[in-house]
């Protein structure tokens, strides 16, 4: 296993219907704001030498990176850390639906479905909804 696909699996990651079944027992955007801020706490930070320019994304207003590879088995793996809170555990969402998963499964993934479903996109500043968008946007265009 290679090294970013062991550091994508360090502490708890959840998968997407992890989150969505978290979202359901948070009704209203107080409670979904403080879960999405927790679920950050929980994203590993970048090493170092991964938040570097090559991996910074675009679209972004706050300072993002992403690192993806695919392992021998065809399955993505993907590091992504941000300087924003927010951000952070919004990564955690996108990853807990597109990490370890192969090129057909991220591209086939209803995002806009997933998104409505746990009723983001509906309180997210036009910023971090951009943002968002990018960050699934990089993941996609790695994963070809």
């Known amino acids: 296993m290679s090294d970013l696909a062991t550091y994508t699996r360090i502490g708890l990651e959840p998968d997407a219907d992890s989150i969505r079944q978290q979202f359901a027992a948070a009704p209203g955007w107080e409670n979904q704001y403080r879960l999405i801020i927790q ?39 993907f590091a992504c850390d941000s300087d924003a809170r927010i951000v952070r555990g919004l990564i955690v969402i996108v990853l807990a639906a597109l990490n370890h998963q192969s090129a057909e499964v991220i591209q086939a993934f209803d995002m806009k479905a997933y998104f409505t479903e746990l009723g983001l996109e509906k309180h997210l500043s036009p910023s971090r909804g951009n943002g968002l968008r990018a960050i699934v946007l990089a993941i996609r265009e790695l994963a070809v």
């Not at 090559?54 to 993806?68: D, F, P, V």
């Open 39 to 77: 679920l950050g706490k929980q994203l590993p930070a970048l090493p170092g030498e991964w938040q570097q320019q090559e991996y910074r994304l675009k679209g972004c207003e706050s300072q993002a990176w992403l690192k993806g590879e695919k392992s021998e088995d065809g399955c993505w793996h």
